[in-house]
Structures are given as C-alpha cells and as structure tokens.
C-alpha cells in the first residue's frame, strides 16, 4: 500500500524554525522528484521546494535563503528544513512524490504566529 507519512508541523514563532519529514513507502518505485507544496488558506496550493533523485533543487522565491529541502534516496525519505518563519508561511504543507505517477500526504499544519 502507497504511504507517506508526514511529520514535524506545529507552531512556531516568527524567527523560529521547523523540520519536516516526509516518508515514503517502498512500494513506491521509480521516484524521481520529492517536494513540499503548501496551502493557505483561501489560496491556491503552491510549491514550495522539490528536489530530484540526483539532488538538483528549485525553491520558491519566497522562501529562498530560509528553507533548505534535502532527500534520502535509500530511505525514500524527503526533509525541509524551514528557518526564519514568517506569517505568511502558515499554511497546511503537503509531501509529493512522483515517479511513473504522482502521489501526495495528507498534510501537516504549520502556524507561525507570536
């Protein structure tokens, strides 16, 4: 059964850092490119960062210099590591993975608000 299992949302302050991790399931063959999109509320989803199987990265440029994306191949496990948190980065963060087909998580919530 397809599986990824998201971790590390909460809340945070402005200034603070979060680490998310996504992992997939080994049945998942083929993964090419591993990324984060997110969702605020009342907007659409948007990506956040990706990464492919060889390490080559794309960021948004609203989050370029904070968050760093970085992946384990032998783990099927993709992390994004988020740093000098805004308000405006609350959103829902969703894992994807595609391959031959395209998967999502189900979502963790991260709120940045003092």
């Known amino acids: 059964q397809v599986q990824l299992v998201e971790s590390g949302g909460g809340l945070v302050q402005p200034g603070g850092s979060l680490r998310l991790s996504c992992a997939a399931s080994?049945?998942?063959?083929?993964?090419?490119?591993m990324g984060w999109y997110r969702q605020a509320p009342g907007k659409e989803r948007e990506l956040v960062a990706d990464?492919?199987?060889?390490?080559?990265?794309n960021y948004a440029d609203s989050v370029k210099g904070r968050f760093t994306i970085s992946r384990d191949n032998t783990e099927n496990t993709v992390y994004l590591q988020m740093g000098s948190l805004k308000p405006e980065d609350t959103a829902v963060y969703y894992c994807?993975?595609?391959?031959?087909?395209?998967?999502w998580g189900q979502g963790t919530q991260v709120t940045v608000s003092s």
């Open positions: 994807n993975v595609r391959g031959i087909f395209t998967y």
């Open positions: 080994k049945s998942i063959f083929s993964i090419n490119v």
């Open positions: 990464i492919t199987i060889s390490g080559r990265t």
